[in-house]
């Protein structure tokens, strides 16, 4: 809890005080209210999904070992190969769009755009039928289609993280290196880009966040992930809403310590003094995650 | 070129367009609502609200979209039964699926809103708040006439950003059985693999359309606007 960063309010004083209580309890009282209303909900006889035997199941070991964690695995196996690719992609296309070659830069430039309004599942459904029906693949069609899908717009949005991050160097650091002799490639590649991608770093494990959620658009093509497993089981004992909750905590808890690794790493940046720009705001596109403003 | 259009009409695209311009706009102005709720909330002189608004924000930030719909659609409308359209008409479980998609997407993109928001405030200088509460505003008159104005024109930018996500993300209600565009488009290429690469490109070019206007636009307004400084 450290104060907020624009104090909006006066120190409050003994009248304020009480009142803030006042409204505070009231507050809490009623997301009680909807919390409670929420639970006799779930527990009205028609649709009892608060009983032992609904949750009992994720006490036995083969709930998890036979659904929960198979499917996080093939989530987490999908959203980590394709963060590799598309950062591989992302740096050329990035590269590309800095290029000093007028067609090159231009390519690359329509080709970010572009894959940067076209829905994410969009581009899976379309990879998932180009592997059934143009190459043929015997097996593994929805996996092609997750990771293609997401490789094609996240290695967009990592392109614009690497111009902005190129960008924001100071402009000394390319003229240094074309002074003790480098060519502009290779002044790009070793001074240039190890900078960029460093700053860059928090943006690029928020945009972690962003393919591992993303990968949950993988149900829809058939691909056996976490969501996919979890409603396989459900369906075994009815109990589909505490299955639900218990795969959002799990979405949850590795989401919510990839943000905190993320501002963590910007932090240490920041104390090095190699904070890198946020990306350029005035672009249409993706939500990346917004600047890390002072923790309420 | 004839076999496209013919798959056109058959499979009602311009209505699955207008399907997701619908979605986009309830859901727009849905997640706006609760985001400034968030909002005001996160940054109110009561602990408590603070806690919520920063809970929702959390919570709902790292969970899918794709788990969210379905928690509205299966658990809340088919496994507790809460309905919100006349079960006596004849289109009631589209309407239902509709409604609870567009609930879905607002209360998904209410936590991108609610950021934006308080990046917007945080871009107000400390000098405005202080002159507010000077001439002896309390908390929500500063906030309501002198703080969001100026932090809504601040916002613009994430708030445009957040609009064509969810312009994007209105796909993902299509799992529910709502017929927007990208619905169709798995019905139509089931229909004629062959036409894959034009179908495709049929249906990008329908997002290029909505969502490269929509940025052009907030980028202009974001500067036309831009509280100078």
């Known amino acids: 809890m450290t104060a907020p960063t624009t104090v909006l309010f006066d120190a409050p004083g003994p009248k304020a005080r009480v009142r803030h209580l006042i409204i505070g309890i009231v507050g809490l009282v009623v997301l009680l209210l909807i919390l409670g209303l929420v639970i006799r909900g779930l527990a009205n006889p028609r649709n009892n999904q608060l009983t032992a035997e609904k949750w009992s199941p994720f006490l036995q070991p083969s709930t998890w070992l036979d659904y929960l964690l198979p499917g996080l695995l093939s989530t987490l196996k999908a959203a980590g190969l394709a963060i590799v690719l598309s950062l591989v992609f992302g740096i050329l296309l990035g590269i590309g769009r800095l290029s000093k070659i007028r067609v090159v830069s231009m390519v690359s430039g329509v080709f970010v755009e572009f894959f940067r309004s076209v829905p994410v599942l969009v581009m899976m459904l379309f990879a998932y039928y180009f592997a059934l029906y143009v190459l043929h693949l015997a097996s593994n069609q929805p996996f092609f289609g997750v990771v293609v899908g997401l490789v094609f717009y996240n290695s967009s949005v990592i392109a614009e993280l690497i111009r902005s991050g190129v960008g924001s160097l100071p402009s000394g650091q390319r003229e240094a290196g074309l002074a003790v002799g480098l060519t502009e490639g290779q002044a790009m590649w070793s001074i240039l880009l190890p900078q960029a991608i460093t700053a860059m770093l928090p943006s690029l494990i928020s945009q972690l966040v962003v393919v591992l959620k993303d990968t949950a658009l993988g149900y829809i093509i058939g691909y056996y992930d976490l969501v996919r497993g979890g409603q396989t089981f459900s369906t075994n004992f009815g109990n589909l809403i505490p299955t639900m909750l218990v795969m959002a905590a799990m979405f949850i808890v590795i989401n919510y310590a990839l943000t905190r690794i993320a501002q963590g790493v910007e932090h240490s940046l920041q104390r090095r003094g190699r904070a890198g720009g946020q990306p350029d705001e005035s672009l249409p596109g993706e939500l990346t995650q917004p600047p890390v403003v002072a923790q309420l | ?169 209105t796909t993902v209600v299509s799992t529910i059985g709502v017929a927007e565009i990208s619905y169709q488009m798995k019905n139509m290429i089931e229909f004629s693999p062959q036409l894959l690469y034009a179908i495709f490109l049929l249906v990008a070019i329908c997002f290029v359309v909505l969502t490269l206007p929509v940025g052009a636009l907030f980028t202009y307004l974001s500067r036309r606007l831009a509280v100078q400084r």
């Open chain 2, 1 to 169: 070129m004839g076999q496209l259009a013919e798959l056109i009409s058959k499979y009602h695209v311009a209505l699955a367009f207008w399907m997701t311009i619908k979605l986009t706009v309830f859901g727009g102005l849905g997640a706006l609502i609760i985001g400034t709720l968030v909002a005001i909330f996160r940054v109110a002189p009561i602990n408590v609200l603070r806690w919520i608004g920063t809970g929702y924000v959390n919570i709902i930030r790292n969970t899918p979209l794709t788990l969210i719909v379905f928690f509205f659609a299966f658990g809340v409308l088919n496994t507790l039964n809460i309905s919100l359209a006349d079960q006596q008409s004849p289109t009631s479980i589209a309407d239902n699926n509709f409604r609870w998609g567009v609930v879905a997407l607002s209360v998904y993109h209410a936590s991108f809103v609610a950021e934006a928001l308080r990046s917007g405030v945080n871009t107000v200088p400390q000098g405005q708040a202080e002159a507010a509460r000077a001439i002896g505003l309390s908390f929500l008159p500063s906030l309501t006439q002198i703080i969001l104005p100026q932090a809504f024109r601040g916002a613009i930018a994430p708030l445009g950003n957040t609009l064509v996500a969810l312009t994007k993300n």
